[in-house]
């Protein structure tokens, strides 16, 4: 058995981890990241590509290279929602340009961006325990290319992705980090990346078409000839046969004709709230590992990569001061909730409601409602604001689903009463709980109004 000693330990080479260790190393700490995956293979993620731009990344790495490497598609400046009912389309122009990224190129930048600030990079180690003698995690055990290791660590940074195997190790009886997670708040996704004889129409579009399960289908454009195809489905509905059913609905599709498979992956990822807490003493939790993802649309990059900085941040402070307790790592969870925490719990309204409703009923209205406010309430902000006059025609529009149309508007109320909880988020756990019973209230509240069963 080898010993290593490093300040930090990062677990997972993803956006979060590759962010939190460059942060980490910049910052002038011992870091090292451990990644399964071989050198080659490192940063190959099932991902659906799309990212709204390379200005909502931490300024830690070569954020041009990033854009010029891996971004493909620089020119999406609206979404496509496909009505699978009667095939039409609704077209809703985004207010800001996004992306469409090689995945695999774009997690290759940034593992060389974490070895170019100074981490210490270990491929082929898996990991199977963390190191926690008493109450604080102390490291990490692990396998590297065949030999077991133990990485010893002030802080270990979990990264390491959905459903995360450090979580299902450590006790974290000691501390608040939220246990309260299961696979049903999950999502399965799969998806293959396409190369179509000819130039597609909409390669300045982001394509979505709902699936049965609470789910749907994308398209996304790499480029005019290569496309990002997937889907998923929610692990609280009937399961779905995810390959089948994208086979399906690409035979559907004249421009898929004569594609060719140039790779297929399947993962899965949260569709949740973030983490109430998601730090214990000399362990903090970042991107899917920590429920750091769009419930809605399943989009995570942005998310991972300021919780990998913030946390790395924090990490350090705590090193420094010689104190990595829950206490002095409590500032982590403060920002991440007060920032898209706080959006992507109010987005999570819009799942609960979702899983509750037919699906012709969510099709109706969704057809219905204006594209910004569609936009508002599923990105950057979280909710959505309607004048008298959009109310109006919103209604004239949604005749037969006037029922879920009202639940709607109770539950955007209730949303913007969460965003107010999570911007008090308390500035140290001596107040988390009263905060937790102030936010369950308006939980309560939300399965009130949609008739969903508690989702936490």
């Known amino acids: 058995?080898?010993?290593?000693?490093?300040?930090?330990?990062?677990?997972?080479?993803g956006t979060a981890g590759c962010f939190a260790s460059a942060t980490a190393a910049r910052e002038g700490l011992d870091v090292v990241l451990l990644e399964r995956k071989t050198e080659d293979e490192g940063g190959k993620i099932a991902c659906g590509d799309g990212l709204k731009g390379k200005s909502s990344l931490p300024?830690?790495?070569?954020?041009d290279r990033l854009k010029s490497e891996s971004f493909t598609n620089r020119n999406i400046n609206r979404a496509i929602f496909q009505n699978p009912q009667t095939g039409e389309e609704?077209?809703?122009?985004?207010?800001?340009?996004?992306a469409v990224i090689d995945r695999w190129k774009y997690g290759q930048i940034l593992l060389d961006e974490a070895d170019r600030a100074g981490v210490d990079l270990h491929y082929n180690t898996?990991?199977?325990d963390v190191i926690q003698p008493n109450e604080r995690v102390e490291g990490v055990r692990a396998v590297r290319d065949g030999d077991p290791v133990d990485y010893e660590a002030e802080v270990v940074i979990d990264g390491a992705g959905a459903l995360s195997l450090l979580q299902d190790k450590a006790d974290f009886s000691a501390s608040t980090f939220d246990t309260r997670v299961d696979y049903s708040q999950f999502c399965s996704a799969y998806r293959e990346v396409l190369e179509v004889p000819e130039p597609v129409e909409w390669d300045d579009a982001l394509v979505f078409k709902p699936t049965e399960e609470l789910g749907y289908l994308w398209y996304f454009p790499r480029s005019s000839t290569e496309i990002n195809a997937g889907l998923g489905f929610q692990m609280n509905k009937p399961s779905m046969e995810l390959v089948d059913v994208l086979k399906n609905d690409l035979e559907t599709h004249p421009e898929f004709q004569g594609a060719t498979v140039k790779n297929k992956l399947g993962a899965a990822l949260p569709t949740r709230r973030p983490y109430d807490s998601a730090v214990h003493p000399g362990y903090v939790a970042v991107g899917d590992s920590a429920g750091h993802v769009n419930p809605c649309t399943g989009g995570g990059i942005p998310?991972?990569?300021k919780a990998g900085h913030w946390a790395a941040k924090v990490a350090t402070e705590a090193i420094s001061d010689g104190d990595v307790s829950e206490a002095a790592l409590w500032e982590y969870n403060r920002r991440v909730q007060t920032d898209f925490g706080k959006r992507f719990a109010a987005m999570d309204l819009y799942n609960i409601f979702g899983g509750a409703h037919d699906i012709d009923d969510l099709i109706g209205v969704i057809t219905a409602l204006p594209g910004q406010q569609l936009v508002d309430a599923l990105g950057k902000k979280g909710t959505a604001e309607m004048t008298l006059g959009l109310k109006l025609k919103t209604i004239l529009k949604?005749?037969?689903h006037w029922d879920v149309?009202?639940?709607?508007?109770?539950?955007q109320q209730e949303a913007n009463s969460l965003k107010e909880i999570y911007d008090s988020y308390p500035s140290s756990p001596k107040y988390f709980d009263a905060w937790r019973r102030d936010r369950d209230g308006v939980m309560d509240g939300v399965y009130e109004i949609t008739g969903a069963e508690p989702k936490y």
């Open 398 to 400: 949604t005749v037969g």
């Open 1 to 13: 058995m080898t010993t290593e000693s490093h300040d930090v330990v990062v677990v997972g080479g």
């Open 303 to 305: 998310g991972a990569a």
């Open 90 to 98: 609704v077209d809703i122009p985004f207010n800001e340009t996004g």
């Open 126 to 128: 898996v990991v199977s």
């Open 59 to 63: 300024d830690v790495i070569d954020r």
């Open 405 to 411: 149309l009202y639940k709607l508007y109770k539950l």
